[in-house]
């Protein structure tokens, strides 16, 4: 099972760190991955932590704003973002699985996601 913590209504230029708390299974085991989905939007894959290496990778919309990383003691990741901007809101999802690329076909744990809101 996947938690998912932190959203908020915030206005743009602000931060946030959202949460993802694992129980059931071994986080560090799999890859992780944030993914959002807007209103009327596809989802979209934000940042992925392959389970080989953990080094985490990210869209380009959210490069060197948001920053993911795992906390192996206490089977959880975060996702923290700063400089949020309006574009940004949208329900945040994490997600666990087998798929190095977060292709969400091979991520078979979901979170009920999280809201996020960006005010301009």
């Known amino acids: 099972q996947l938690v998912e913590s932190g959203g908020d209504l915030v206005h743009s230029g602000g931060s946030l760190r959202l949460s993802c708390a694992a129980s059931?299974?071994?986080?560090?085991?799999?890859?992780v991955g944030w993914f959002r989905q807007a209103p009327g939007k596809e989802r979209e894959l934000v940042s992925c932590?392959?389970?080989?290496?953990?080094?985490?990778k990210y869209s380009d919309s959210v490069k060197g704003r948001f920053a993911m990383a795992r906390e192996h003691a206490k089977n959880s990741m975060f996702l923290q973002m700063n400089s949020l901007k309006p574009e940004d809101t949208a329900v945040y999802y994490c997600?666990?699985?087998?798929?190095?690329?977060?292709?969400?076909?091979?991520?078979?744990?979901w979170g009920e996601g999280t809201q996020v809101t960006v005010s301009s």
């Open positions: 997600a666990a699985g087998w798929s190095s690329d977060c292709n969400p076909y091979g991520m078979n744990r």
């Open positions: 059931g299974f071994t986080l560090a085991y799999e890859s």
């Open positions: 932590s392959p389970a080989t290496y953990n080094t985490p």
